[in-house]
């Protein structure tokens, strides 16, 4: 996009901790970069985890003050809202492009509108969400990231606190669309009490 470029992947890490077992972590990565003199550098990056993780990798601070709320999405955030809180997952599927991809925290990475419609099925069935925008970058013709908050508490518990990126197109229909999404969530349980969203 000009002076910017969004990129989106994968990562695994694997490691022999001291008196320890080996093990491998891995999950996936959303990167905006700014073009400069020097090359490409990296603005921003936003990483979470494939697979629910044990309290031990969960560790240190949640900013417990929030940033302003700069965030033009309100429109795109309210559906988000309103089809998860409502288990209406074909609804939040249609928020989605076709060739969408969808990275959310503890999951595999999914591909596709169909296949995220799949997968939120079972998802937010008995759970409810709240978004917070922080702030959207216009990166020219028609595309814009959005990055904020999210908390999502579920029946009986099992309450999480998080991030989100998106990278939206606005098409000639005038709809914007969801391309691409990376969230990544701790249980409340994990993060320290007086952090708050």
Known sequence: FGDTAMAIGSYTISVTPADGEAMEVGGYWMASYGRTPAGWRSLGLITNYDRQM???HLQGPV???????????????????????SGNAQAFGDLFAEDARAAFSNLPALEGREAIVSAMERR?????????????????????VDGGLHETTREGGDDSRGHYWVLTHTGEDGKTRIQWVLSNARPLSAIPSGDSM
Do not use: C, F, H, K
């Open 63 to 85: 900013s417990s003050e929030p940033p302003p709320d700069e965030s033009t999405m309100d429109e795109l955030l309210t559906a988000y809202e309103n089809a998860w809180n």
């Open 54 to 56: 044990s309290a031990e």
């Open 124 to 144: 937010i069935e008995g759970s409810r969400i709240a978004l917070q925008g922080v702030q959207t970058v216009d990166l020219g013709g028609g595309w814009q």
